[in-house]
């Protein structure tokens, strides 16, 4: 069974960090790609980042690139998403999500397989 946790969302002010993490198990993860996105309230959910664990290739979304950077452990089937200098526009629910394959774009019908979320708020 595949299985998605993401973990290390909370409360942070603008300009601070967080790091989220997606624990993966259930699959081959190095045949994997996996991708964060994000929903806030009232909004769609939104891409924003994505690394293929097969060859390590990354994207992101121009609202976080330069901020945000993706990474993994393959000895722990792990992806972070590491946040600096935080806006208060990041505020949303953040999900994990995979796919067996290589993904390019942000497509939410790419990923087959999603977490519950992590909260993430960022106050001015």
């Known amino acids: 069974e595949v299985q998605l946790v993401e973990s290390g969302g909370g409360l942070v002010q603008a300009s601070e960090s967080l790091r989220l993490s997606c624990a993966a198990s259930?699959?081959?993860?190095?045949?994997?790609?996996i991708g964060w996105f994000r929903q806030a309230p009232g909004k769609e959910r939104e891409g924003v980042s994505i690394i293929n664990n097969w060859g390590g290739s990354t994207m992101y979304a121009d609202s976080v690139k330069g901020r945000f950077t993706i990474s993994t452990d393959r000895a722990k089937n792990t992806v972070y998403l590491q946040m600096n200098n935080l806006k208060t526009e990041d505020t949303a629910v953040y999900f994990c999500?995979?796919?067996?394959?290589?993904?390019?774009?942000?497509?939410?019908?790419?990923?087959?397989?999603w977490g519950q979320g992590t909260q993430v708020t960022v106050s001015s």
């Open positions: 999500a995979a796919t067996n394959g290589n993904v390019y774009d942000f497509r939410i019908p790419n990923f087959d397989y």
């Open positions: 259930g699959f081959t993860f190095d045949d994997y790609a």
